[in-house]
């Protein structure tokens, strides 16, 4: 069973940074379009920002210019660099990734257990 395990959460100032991380747990054939979602209480889940295995990149406009995603393909890992936080960026956050298990299967949406993300003074 394949699982993402996310950390770098916390608590942190308004005007702080915190990086996110996320990996899947054991070995895969190939990962494809890795990204990190958000939920805030009383809120639908939203797509914060995306990666794709080449490099492209997407964000929400509420976190244009703030936060960066990046990844390395080495290790399967993608990573969330959150600048100038503010309260309305608390939420838990949430990585998601498509991941082929085997060179033989399909590859299928994967998503990690969240990480609390709060900004508060």
């Known amino acids: 069973q394949v699982q993402l395990v996310e950390s770098g959460g916390g608590l942190v100032q308004p005007g702080g940074s915190l990086r996110l991380s996320c990996a899947p747990f054991?070995?895969?054939?190939?990962?494809?379009?890795m990204g990190w979602h958000r939920q805030a209480p009383g809120k639908q889940r939203e797509l914060v920002a995306a990666?794709?295995?080449?490099?492209?990149?997407n964000y929400s406009d509420s976190v244009k210019g703030r936060f960066t995603i990046s990844r390395d393909n080495t290790k399967n890992t993608v990573y969330l660099q959150m600048n100038s936080l503010n309260p309305e960026d608390t939420a838990v956050y949430f990585c998601?990734?498509?991941?082929?298990?085997?060179?033989?299967?399909?590859?299928?949406?994967?998503w990690g257990q969240g990480t609390q993300v709060t900004v508060s003074s």
């Open positions: 990666i794709t295995s080449g490099g492209s990149t």
């Open positions: 054991g070995s895969v054939f190939n990962v494809y379009t």
């Open positions: 998601n990734a498509a991941i082929q298990y085997k060179s033989f299967w399909s590859p299928a949406d994967y």
